[in-house]
């Protein structure tokens, strides 16, 4: 789950804040795929842009290739966090 706290000032409307996916990467809070909620010994990160927002994900290696040009992933995080950043 992506909380929303930021450290520093928010963005202007076109910029996107990256702290939370960035916080997410560097404490290794993110142990499950997101696709299929394995937890797989070996993960791979991405950072997505949503219309404003900075969202962190994961991958197994059996999503990622699966997945390729993270049309699933992006479908899931906009379903569960709204098309284009806005938050539902």
């Known amino acids: ?9 928010s963005p202007q409307p076109g910029q996107v804040d990256w702290t939370i996916g960035t916080h997410h990467f560097l404490v290794e809070d993110l142990h499950y795929c997101t696709l299929c909620g394995r937890c797989p010994e070996v993960l791979y990160q991405v950072l997505l842009r949503l219309g404003d927002l900075g969202v962190a994900a994961v991958y197994c290696l059996g999503c ?3 997945d ?15 098309a284009g950043g806005e938050r539902p």
């Open 1 to 9: 789950m992506l909380t929303s706290w930021t450290t520093g000032p």
């Open 64 to 66: 990622r290739n699966g």
């Open 68 to 82: 390729a040009q993270m049309q699933r992933l992006r479908d899931l995080l906009e379903q569960r966090y709204g």
